[in-house]
């Protein structure tokens, strides 16, 4: 029932991909941007018009798409796993503020070996898409692995093509955890990428390459990974530990970040000192513009946000997402107080 329930959210999210003057005409509210929260946003947008009436259309693009089409105005709001810093937030007019968390995932395609139990630390990851491992038996992977009879196969290295927070949240990982990664390949929505790499376009384009090919390794969402059963890796993380993904995990790491020391909440939850923590955590942000020129769709937006943080924790959880402890979206609601205001300077939200 689970596995249908996404399968149709993704036909609905394909079939949300519509050009930019269709989709504004068809719905109350545009959005669109990261494609590892789709699921989700389109689940969260079904819901909310069967209690309201309000049509909430979301298109799975990129993050970095969503972060153009703001600066555009071409989006109500967009929604990214890349968090914007301050300056380019002020540079842009909009605000931030986190709406859901997931884990991003290194995975592996390897016939014969149990699901869910190669070993891997960020160093090694890092020279395996650096290309200095290339084999499954290389001598490094098979001592993180004693217990597993890894096949003499070629790793075939799998990436996002697209501009994408996840692949930022990826190699700014690496890039804490390698120094050969930082000095030569560094952090991005995307990076100069080894030759003869494969690359797939969003979180479904690179599962089904992962999926379909003996020996492959990449970086899908959690939710991606439990749907499409793929196996993931324990990935060592700061305190020494292997880590298993799943959800407490992930809530380990929001629930110790420092929220509260940046307006806004430029957070990124990557190589996590906590003993249990997960070291690659996927928070979406929401943008949305400060001076709302239509103060009545921006004040329904804002109902809609406060009705995702309070009203819908047992579906975020069946879809692999961490909804935010109550005290963060307290914080981010006392930020709207403040941000966000019509164009004679009036509080939208009170």
Known sequence: MKLQLKK????????MTLTSSQFCNAADISSGGATAPA?????WASEYQAKTGIKIQYQAFGSGEAIDMMGNKTLDFGVTDMPLKPE??????????????????????????????????????????LGKITRWNDPVLVALNPDLKLPDLAITVVHRAD????????????SKVNPAWQSSMGEGE??????????????????????????????VSYPSAIDHKLSMILLKNRAGQFIKPED????????????????????????????????????????????????????????????????NNDFSLELGFIPLPES??????????????????KAIWQ
């Not at 149709?8 to 079939?15: E, K, S, W, Y």
């Not at 690659?280 to 020129?293: D, G, H, P, T």
């Open 88 to 129: 380019e937030l002020d540079k842009m007019g909009l605000i931030q503020f986190p709406i859901i968390m997931t884990g991003l995932v290194p995975v592996v395609h390897l016939n014969g070996i149990v699901p869910n139990s190669v070993k891997l630390d960020g160093t090694t990851l890092a020279d395996i898409y």
């Open 190 to 219: 995307t990076v100069a990428w080894k030759a003869g790499q494969m690359a797939g376009t969003g979180d479904e384009g690179t599962t089904k390459i992962i999926d379909e090919t003996h020996g492959a390794i990449g970086y």
């Open 248 to 311: 407490y995990v992930f809530q380990a790491a929001v629930m110790r970040a420092p929220w509260h020391k940046s307006p806004s909440f430029y957070t990124i939850l990557t190589d996590e000192s906590a003993k249990d923590a997960w070291p690659i955590n996927a928070v979406s942000f929401v943008l949305l513009r400060k001076v709302q020129e239509n103060a009545d769709k921006g004040s329904k937006m804002l109902k809609f946000f406060d009705w995702v943080y309070h009203d």
């Open 39 to 43: 699921e989700i946003f389109t689940k």
């Open 8 to 15: 149709t959210l993704q036909a609905l999210v394909v079939a």
């Open 163 to 174: 501009h994408s927070g996840s692949t930022f949240l990826f190699t700014n990982y690496l």
């Open 328 to 345: 963060l979206s307290e914080m981010v609601q006392d930020a709207w107080k403040v941000q966000i205001k019509d164009t004679g300077g």
